[in-house]
């Protein structure tokens, strides 16, 4: 309707600009709510907002995961105006992200979005995948609930989709359980900074390193990647999502690289990431029976070697073995020898 109203014809003027930011900023001052604060946090839902942030996506060469949890900056946003206002209705759904059927009607979607973050004092949007049916759903199903509606999206997120692509629920959960001991184990000894932040991470891609297997047990490594990257998970950041979908990537082999964050990427994000695979690797390796023998697993450090010590409640000596082989990631993301003992 904006677009109708406001941006009549082939070329976009200041004048119809300005009109329309007028527009909504006397539509908006209506509600005496609207005002950003640093408690309080925007999200954005609809078509229009998550194409305006995969054109952002393209622009800042984030790698391909979807908008959920992408903090659209006005910055970024106004920039994106720019070369919108600068080319034809019929041309700016070739702009990289935009959906050509969007092109005509774009432009005043950007504007308005634009004009509230100005009006109500907002430098970001949070922008999330879900829309009106997720909340007709809430409003019709959950209606009986107090909010917030969901105590733990970040970890309902990662349940169910672990649920939708089971693969031996017991062992992701079992490999999960190691791969927090053994982080908090070299956290303790200080070989590693186990902050919330990589516990959580951990956990996540503990629960869903063997997703993939529901393709194909062969490079189930590389579909479990692409199934977290492709579902998404509500709550949590697209870096989040990389570093989780990295992390489970790599359980089995090869050599994990920041750099797949692209512009994700934060200070110390490649430590951060070896030392997750690293450590899930091991975990994944003292499963390797999948019998869960390997009950427990204790950290200890004396002249700069670490060493694992394994409490089995039966034959451990595969798990050991295959431990130790795969030893070496974790020992170069921690700067230190690695040993492996079964004890029983």
């Known amino acids: 309707r904006v677009s109708e109203a406001y941006l009549e014809g082939e070329e976009t003027s200041g004048k119809q600009i300005k009109a329309l930011r007028k527009h909504v900023a006397r539509t908006l001052s209506e509600f005496e709510w609207w005002t950003g604060g640093e408690d309080r946090r925007l999200a954005g839902i609809g078509g229009t907002i998550r194409n305006l942030a995969t054109a952002v996506q393209k622009t800042l060469e984030v790698p391909d995961v979807d908008v959920q949890g992408f903090l659209l900056t006005r910055d970024a946003l106004g920039d994106l105006i720019d070369e919108l206002a600068a080319r034809k209705p019929a041309d700016r759904g070739k702009v990289p992200g935009i959906k050509p059927d969007r092109g005509d009607v774009i432009l005043g979607g950007a504007l308005v979005l634009d004009a509230l ?51 031996e629920p017991a062992h992701q959960a079992h490999v999960t359980r190691l791969s927090l001991e053994l982080l908090d184990g070299l956290d303790a000894v200080g070989a ?28 189930h490594h590389k579909h479990s990647q692409y199934l977290i990257l492709s579902a998404g998970l509500p709550g949590w950041t697209p870096r989040e999502l990389e570093l989780i979908a990295l992390a489970a990537r790599y359980h089995r082999k090869g050599d994990p690289d920041a750099s797949e964050l692209g512009t994700l990427e934060e200070k110390g994000d490649g430590k951060l990431l070896a030392v997750l695979a690293g450590v899930l690797r091991m975990a994944e390796q003292l499963e390797r029976s999948r019998d869960g023998a390997v009950r427990s697993v204790e950290v200890e450090a004396v002249n700069g070697t670490v060493t694992v010590r394994a409490s089995a409640v039966s034959d451990d000596s595969v798990p050991v073995w295959s431990a130790r082989r795969n030893a070496d990631l974790l020992a170069r993301a921690i700067g230190r020898e690695v040993e492996v003992h079964g004890e029983r």
């Open 117 to 167: 973050l100005d009006t109500c004092g907002f430098d970001a949007l949070e922008v999330t995948e879900s829309g009106l049916r997720e909340g007709i759903f809430f409003e019709r199903f959950l209606a009986d609930r107090t909010e917030p509606l969901l105590e733990d999206v970040r970890g309902d997120a990662v349940r169910n989709l672990a649920r939708r692509f089971h693969y």
């Open 192 to 219: 590693v900074k186990a902050d919330s932040e990589a516990r959580d991470l951990l956990w996540a891609a503990g629960m869903l390193h063997d997703t993939g297997a529901a393709i194909d047990y062969d490079d």
